[in-house]
Nanobody, 117 residues
Framework: QVQLVESGGGLVQAGGSLRLSCAAS????????MGWFRQAPGKERELVAAISWSGGSTYYADSVKGRFTISRDNAKNTVYLRMNSLKPEDTAVYYC??????????WGQGTQVTVSS
């Protein structure tokens, strides 16, 4: 089974950039589609970006399209989320998740991203 550990969160000023990483253990990482979710205080968890197992297909929420880029390196068992032009409304706990079927059923512990105005 795959275990996920996020890193790269922190405090950044509006307009700045961060790159989140999600390192996966386990030899079956390349068979999972991956997603980055976020949850802000008082709000529901939302899917921000997703990538297919091969990396050939990606999805972005409208709120981050053009600013965030998801990528993966199956040789390193890692998925990334590059976040540019950050806004205060991007402040949230960011989670990576994996799915082998229809649902995301493997989750990391989350990493805090705080964007100051």
């Amino acid at each position: 089974q795959v275990q996920l550990v996020e890193s790269g969160g922190g405090l950044v000023q509006a307009g700045g950039s961060l790159r989140l990483s999600c390192a996966a253990s386990g030899r079956t990482f390349s068979s999972y589609a991956m997603g980055w979710f976020r949850q802000a205080p008082g709000k529901e968890r939302e899917l921000v970006a997703a990538i297919s197992w091969s990396g050939g297909s990606t999805y972005y929420a409208d709120s981050v399209k053009g600013r965030f880029t998801i990528s993966r390196d199956n040789a390193k068992n890692t998925v990334y989320l590059r976040m540019n032009s950050l806004k205060p409304e991007d402040t949230a706990v960011y989670y990576c998740a994996a799915r082998s079927g229809y649902d995301y059923d493997l989750w990391g512990q989350g990493t805090q991203v705080t964007v100051s105005s």
